[in-house]
């Protein structure tokens, strides 16, 4: 039996971030993002997964993590002025300003406490 790639149906992704301390991070997407965790792993705690709405991510603990410099996940949201504001006040380190892209988008960049970049979106119409 052949297959090819036109008879795949791709299911969800989410992206693994690793973190230096996974309840420091837990607490950050939890209070800040709203995400809740759905399974973790290992004692101590080594990989979580942590869910809200339809958006997944995958922590894990490295302890000598060294963030990167480029984006390790662009998250889409319906408001982005919205979540930048609770950004702004939480006094999470934003990275790139909210501006209105050429390419269609409200964007800003965040970095969580780890210094991961993070990219959110909005469509604009």
Do not use: W
């Not at 036109?6 to 993002?33: E, K, Q």
């Not at 984006?71 to 934003?94: K, P, Q, W």
């Amino acid at each position: 039996m052949s297959s090819s790639l036109s008879d795949l149906t791709f299911g969800r992704t989410a992206p693994s971030i690793c973190v230096r301390d996974i309840r420091v991070a837990y607490d950050f997407y939890a209070r800040i993002l709203g995400f809740r965790k759905i399974f973790e792993n290992g004692d101590p705690v080594g990989f979580m997964v942590l869910k809200k709405d339809r958006a997944e991510i995958h922590l894990s603990r490295k302890p000598d993590h060294k963030a990167s410099t480029t984006n390790v996940m662009h998250m889409f949201v319906s408001d982005a002025a919205a979540l930048y504001a609770i950004c702004e006040t939480e006094g999470v380190r934003i990275v790139k300003g909210l501006m209105d892209k050429e390419y269609g988008q409200r964007a800003f960049v965040f970095a969580d406490p780890d210094g991961n970049r993070i990219d959110v979106g909005e469509r604009l119409p």
